[in-house]
């Protein structure tokens, strides 16, 4: 169900603090942490604490907590004192979604090109 915890999502793992990360920043409904394969000098992952399914499920299901990932991206990008970053939301294997639980990448440090990918 949307918003549980699942016993094979990795993130979940992270917010229940059985899997180890590089925390950055934690409010009551998000974590941020360093990304195991940063793609930049600053690369941090917001997700949120409940179980969404991508990006789009959550900003459906539960848009407040949406907009809280969204804000958590600029509070990391202030805290890692980027003067300029990308934030970006994988939805769909297609786009690059490894991890079935919504999540927005904060990349920063470096000239980012457009277009991406």
């Not at 509070?75 to 934030?87: F, M």
Request: glycine content about 8%; overall charge negative.
């Amino acid at each position: 169900m949307a918003g549980e915890p699942q016993d094979d999502c990795l993130f979940c793992k992270i917010v229940e603090g059985s899997v180890p990360a590089t925390v950055v920043r934690e409010t009551e409904t998000t974590v941020a942490f360093r990304d195991i394969n940063p793609q930049a000098p600053t690369h941090v992952l917001v997700i949120p604490k409940a179980h969404y399914r991508n990006a789009a499920v959550l900003a459906d299901e539960a848009p407040d907590l949406a907009a809280d990932v969204l804000r958590e991206t600029r509070a990391v990008a202030d805290q890692e004192k980027l003067e300029s970053y990308r934030t970006v939301f994988n939805t769909g294997s297609g786009a690059g979604q490894t991890v079935w639980h919504a999540h927005a990448h904060v990349l920063g440090g470096r000239g980012l090109e457009w277009p991406p990918g």
